[in-house]
């Protein structure tokens, strides 16, 4: 039973974070969670007994459920067409389906398609699916070893994991981001790669993704942290924002991927939801799952606590995550020696403003309290930097965190003081993107936008690329000892290029003082006694 004490936490969320997807859904199920309402509007004849959700939905109709005349997207293979209909069978399970109306040419030459949007006309004695023109078909080929490293990022925010997943082989090939400023910012940083912005729990964004990629090999998804992370309320799939998992396995069907890279806070690891999602993904679509946990701290100079999955297809098989690298000595001052000065504009749009000179210290911390210490670890970069106290730069919500919130949690900050004038101590502002992006091994050393708030908030929901390396190598080795007789990728031989190139960024960004001064050259040195 909720109590009032949920109902007020509950409220304050939605009053500001703001609806991940733009609008309330229905009412609260029972067992099914509004994350669980919004995808795919489940109903209760939908759910299982024991107030327990059934899964039986999650990648196929329960057609029993379904009206003459709705819409319904679901994979057909083993297809056999005639002049004018195919018939052939929806996975997962062995319902026959015949597929009739506006057939593309494309489509007779494929076993398998993806119907988006087909029109839903009877289940007896065979299931009848209509195409018309409003209705996308997508044709899938027989996968290749080279497909097999195409990526298409979901809830990308400015695609950070890509940088990390393009040094373990993989091809960038196009991204979905629901925020238009993060999306913009996403094209900055990768010039080349398409971005979808679009919300991923609608089903035709399978069909704008397979515009541009037609045949991915691997999808990647930042799952939202918000329902799980112990800076929220942790409301599981009551938070609307649970809805991105469902749907990031769906868009994986959809596609029909044989390989899938999810990442969240790790709290998410222990959530039945969540466990029970990844469960259904394996039993009824038949991947192997591999769990793991990694700690950015353990091999660079900030903290980073993530969760990782890897699902592959059972006939690419199960795929081993080695152990992670442990006991990195690096801090803070290591990569970052002294308080760089940035361009005025960039450090005035960084500078505290009045209201977070008054709030910050509402929770009783003086603003010193949240200095960047330099013989310390970084503590981990969040989407709400230089966010808590006024409406988030991306726009995901209007306002600032409220007094209650601020107060009960505290606010997650990190600061810099610039250096004292003569009339004032000196101001404090937040973390440049650069410095963030350093301090994470984040090898972005370029094209951020110029609205640095932006780009604060954007860095701080980084999947970490020294992770996604990490497992995305593992994964590229399994597919080189697979189907080549070359030497498969060495993972910490990966790991450690990429931080010898962050130790160049380093020592670009923050040039060595000389210690002692050097001797004029050039010119008469003239000593008067």
């Not at 991940?20 to 009412?27: A, L, V």
């Not at 005639?82 to 593309?104: D, F, H």
């Not at 709030?359 to 210490?373: D, H, N, T």
Request: net charge neutral; proline share 7%.
């Amino acid at each position: 039973m909720e109590t009032k004490r949920d109902k007020v936490g509950y409220d304050m969320i939605m009053e500001y974070s703001g609806w991940w997807f733009g609008k309330p859904g229905p009412k609260n199920l029972p067992g099914v969670g509004r994350a669980g309402q919004f995808l795919g509007g489940l109903t209760p004849k939908m759910l299982g007994t024991d107030a327990q959700p059934c899964f039986d939905s999650l990648f196929k109709p329960v057609w029993s459920c379904l009206a003459t005349g709705s819409k319904t997207t679901v994979v057909i293979n083993q297809l056999v067409w005639s002049q004018n209909a195919g018939i052939g069978k929806v996975t997962p399970g062995s319902e026959l389906v015949r597929l009739s109306g506006l057939i593309p040419p494309e489509a007779f030459n494929a076993s398998c398609v993806t119907v988006v949007d087909a029109v839903f006309l009877s289940a007896a004695p065979i299931v009848d699916l209509e195409l018309n023109d409003s209705c996308t078909v997508l044709c899938h080929c027989p996968v290749t070893f080279d497909r097999l490293f195409n990526l298409v990022e979901v809830c990308a925010g400015a695609g950070l994991s890509s940088f990390g997943l393009e040094r373990a082989g993989f091809r960038h090939c196009c991204s979905v981001e629901l925020q238009p400023k993060l999306a913009a910012l996403h094209r900055q940083l990768h010039v080349n790669v398409p971005v979808v912005c679009a919300d991923i729990t609608q089903d035709d964004v399978a069909a704008k993704v397979f515009h541009h990629c037609s045949n991915p090999g691997l999808l990647m998804s930042g799952i939202a942290c918000q329902p799980y992370s112990r800076g929220g309320l942790q409301h599981g799939e009551d938070d609307m924002r649970a809805g991105t998992l469902p749907a990031t396995l769906r868009l994986a069907h959809h596609l029909q991927v044989p390989a899938l890279i999810i990442e969240c806070v790790t709290p998410a690891q222990a959530n039945g939801y969540v466990q029970k999602h990844l469960a259904a993904f394996s039993e009824q679509l038949g991947f192997k799952v591999v769990q793991c946990t990694l700690k950015l701290e353990n091999v660079w100079s900030a903290l980073r606590y993530r969760w990782w999955v890897l699902a592959t297809h059972d006939t690419i098989g199960s795929v081993k995550i080695p152990a992670w690298p442990t006991q990195s000595p690096l801090l803070v001052r290591d990569l970052m020696p002294y308080v760089k000065r940035w361009p005025e504009d960039d450090e005035n749009q960084l500078l505290l403003n009045n209201q977070e000179l008054e709030r910050f210290e509402l929770a009783g911390q003086p603003l010193r309290s949240y200095a960047v210490k330099p013989d310390a670890k970084l503590p981990t970069a969040l989407h709400s930097w230089g966010g808590e106290t006024q409406g988030c730069a991306c726009d995901c919500r209007s306002q600032g965190f409220s007094d209650a919130l601020l107060t009960a949690k505290g606010v997650y900050a990190q600061l810099l003081q610039l250096p004292q004038q003569s009339d004032s101590p000196g101001s404090w502002r937040h973390l440049h993107v650069l410095e963030v992006a350093l301090l994470n091994g984040v090898p972005a050393m370029h094209q951020w936008s110029t609205d640095q708030r932006l780009n604060l908030c954007a860095i701080g929901q980084m999947a970490a690329p020294m992770q996604s390396l990490w497992v995305g190598a593992s994964l590229t080795r399994h597919l080189q000892q697979l189907f080549t007789h070359e030497p498969p990728v060495e993972q910490l031989q990966l790991l450690s290029e990429l931080k010898k190139e962050m130790f160049c960024h380093a020592k670009d960004m923050y040039p060595m003082i000389p210690k002692t001064l050097t001797q004029p050259t050039g010119h008469q040195l003239i000593v008067r006694e």
